[in-house]
């Protein structure tokens, strides 16, 4: 049960888009459509955003979306905000029928 | 709305044992799966244990299998988390998650609660 392999850092400017990955294997993200994304901004719970693979929650901004290509899953940030500051976490199901986290993002806007 | 609080925690010796609650409230607990994910200091989130609604069936993180155990009590909506032989390393924020779905697992956590602090410590 590795974690799945996130970049430690991404940043952006104002307006931009940033994408962030989460690589695993064909045992976990590469297997199943159960990639999730979550938000936890300092101090807080985290919040889900994104759900199998590429559905949104309602009420979570249409800013962010989710892609999965082979083992990689993704999470693209657009028109980026002073308040999309924070960590972000992805998580998927193994074959081992438990959940696997990411090692974690933290987003910055510049 | 959805509540899931969490208690228990606190400062636990190496090889001591610890229960966590969490007392949940605005929806069906009995029909609800149910998730513990943890938090060390500064550090990513870590899936530790799912039960599902029913409580007939358990799945464990490798690092906490064999020491940790999930139950549920349905009479007083409360989830447990029973953590034994404790190590350095389990000192996390631990959060309790309810499934997003109902009689299934949906493999996403739809509320947290705020966690509890759990350090082990000499």
């Known amino acids: 049960q590795s974690a799945l392999t996130q970049p430690a850092s991404v940043s952006g400017s104002p307006g931009q888009s940033i994408t962030i990955s989460c690589t695993g294997t064909?045992?976990?993200?590469?297997?199943?459509?159960?990639v999730s994304w979550y938000q936890q901004q300092p101090g807080k719970a985290p919040k889900l955003i994104i759900y199998?693979?590429?559905n949104r929650p309602s009420g979570v901004s249409n800013r962010f979306s989710g892609s999965k290509s082979g083992n990689t899953a993704s999470l693209t940030i657009s028109g980026l905000q002073a308040e999309d500051e924070a960590d972000y976490h992805c998580?998927?199901?193994?074959?081992?029928?438990?959940?696997?986290f990411g090692t974690g993002t933290t987003v910055t806007v510049l | 709305q959805v509540q899931l609080v969490e208690s228990g925690g606190g400062v636990v010796q190496p090889g001591g044992s610890l229960r966590l609650s969490c007392a949940a409230s605005?929806?069906?607990?009995?029909?609800?799966?149910m998730h513990w994910v943890r938090q060390a200091p500064g550090k990513g989130l870590e899936w530790v244990a799912f039960?599902?609604?029913?409580?007939?069936?358990?799945y464990y993180a490798d690092s906490v299998k064999g020491r940790f155990t999930v139950s549920r009590d349905i009479s007083k909506n409360t989830l447990y988390l029973q953590m034994s032989s404790l190590r350095f390393e389990d000192s996390s924020v631990y959060y309790c998650?309810?499934?997003?779905?109902?009689?299934?697992?949906?493999?996403?956590?739809?509320?947290w609660g705020q966690g509890t602090l759990v350090t082990v410590s000499s």
């Open positions: 998650a309810k499934d997003a779905c109902s009689s299934t697992s949906c493999y996403y956590f739809d509320s």
């Open positions: 998580t998927s199901y193994t074959t081992s029928s438990t959940l696997v």
């Open positions: 199998d693979v590429t």
């Open positions: 039960i599902r609604f029913d409580g007939s069936a358990k």
């Open positions: 605005g929806f069906t607990f009995s029909f609800s799966g």
């Open positions: 064909s045992s976990d993200v590469g297997g199943y459509p159960y």
